[in-house]
């Protein structure tokens, strides 16, 4: 079983920043990607980034630019730099683990831009 948990969620003024952290433990088989999804109320999920265990990165239009992710291979973590953040950025952001196994998410974190 593959165990993952986000932390680094907050609050914060527009324009302000925040760094989000996963880390995978467990079972991980064929490592493939991690990503992060992000789900406001009332909206349906939507994936923002990943990135591939060889580095590539991928990036929505709605974050493009803004958002950064990146990888500590040694520390088993994945980072989610967000600048400039906008109200409409507020949501729970989910980290998911893409390997040969089951997708596996963690809990979420709560992440609120507001003045």
């Known amino acids: 079983q593959v165990q993952v948990v986000e932390s680094g969620g907050g609050l914060v003024q527009p324009g302000g920043s925040l760094r989000l952290s996963c880390s995978a433990s467990?079972?991980?088989?064929?490592?493939?990607?991690t990503g992060w999804c992000r789900q406001a109320p009332g909206k349906q999920r939507e994936c923002v980034t990943f990135?591939?265990?060889?580095?590539?990165?991928y990036y929505a239009d709605s974050v493009k630019g803004r958002f950064t992710i990146s990888r500590d291979n040694a520390k088993n973590t994945v980072y989610l730099q967000m600048n400039s953040l906008k109200p409409e950025d507020t949501a729970v952001y989910y980290c998911y683990i893409e390997h040969l196994g089951p997708r596996a998410w963690g809990q979420g974190t709560q992440v609120t831009v507001s003045s």
């Open positions: 467990g079972s991980i088989f064929g490592m493939i990607a």
């Open positions: 990135i591939t265990h060889d580095g590539s990165t």
